[in-house]
Structures are given as C-alpha cells and as structure tokens.
C-alpha cells in the first residue's frame, strides 16, 4: 500500500506541531519505505516549519521505525498504520498493527543471534507503551528532535 497522507493529518498553521500518517499492507519491502516516510516528514519539518531535527534524531527515527516495522512483518503480517507528530522538541512515533500479543523485551544475550529489536527501541527512546486495541495493537515511542551540547538527546534517556 502506498503512503497516504490525508488533508487532516497536514500541518496545522500556527500550532507549531505537524503530523503525518501513512498506511501499509506489511511485508519486508515495505520496512524501507516507512524508513523513508520518516526521513521525508523530518525533512519537511525542518526545511518547510522550522523545526530543528538534529542528525542524531534522523537516523534514531529511522532506526526506530525500522524496528518497529520489522516486528510487524516478523509478528503481525497485514495492515500497518505509522502516525508521526513532531513539536519543536519531540518526536511521537505510533505504530499499530492487527497482531493481539504485545511485545515484550527479552534479557540481554550478547550471544543470541537476532530478536535484539524491541532492545533497541527501549535503549534509544525517551519513552515506550504499548497498549492493546479493539483490534491489535498500538506502539507509542517518543524521542528528542534536540541534541545538547555535547550531542546527546535532551531530556530523559537511558542512554
């Protein structure tokens, strides 16, 4: 399914918040072009709003939703829907997908190979939840469009 923006999901004037939504029938080559849905809204909200996006907060995005997607491929095959909301600190990625088990991390294992994924969501976001839906599930991560001075994220972070 193609990324589908709809005229509610436009920037509101005057808010300093701009959202976006796109919709996905989930198989792997599909994880790319959610990657690049996120690339484009960050884009747009730095060049065409003003929002500072940091570089860090770029790749952590896509990062981010790269995962995300992943386990909707691996988890729950079928319609996905992405909401991105962006304000002048934050970002709040949103994922839902028709899959009824919420996802838990594992225990770290240097020696396991693969399912590292929700690991890595938890260590780069300032906050997860994961709420389960009339109909599957939803995911909720936000992360720092900023950076401090040294570079990290501003605001709380396990890492």
Not at 71 to 88: I, Q, S
């Amino acid at each position: 399914m193609a990324d589908r923006e709809t005229e509610q999901d436009r920037p509101a004037m005057g808010t300093g918040t701009m959202q976006g939504s796109a919709a996905y029938d989930m198989d792997s080559g599909e994880i790319a072009r959610a990657r690049g849905f996120v690339r484009e809204f960050l884009t747009d909200a730095g060049s065409l709003h003003g929002l500072h996006v940091s570089a860090r907060a770029m790749d952590v995005a896509q990062l981010v939703v790269s995962e995300l997607a992943t386990n909707v491929c691996k988890y729950a095959p079928g319609p996905c829907l992405l909401d991105l909301e962006a304000d002048d600190g934050g970002l709040v990625i949103t994922m839902w997908d028709t899959g009824s088990v919420l996802p838990t991390s594992r225990q770290a294992d240097p020696t396991r190979t693969g399912q590292h994924g929700l690991e890595i969501v938890l260590a780069v976001c300032e906050s997860f939840e994961v709420r389960r839906e009339p109909v599957g599930k939803r995911v909720r991560v936000q992360i720092s469009l900023l950076d401090a001075p040294h570079g990290d994220a501003v605001g709380p972070s396990s890492w």
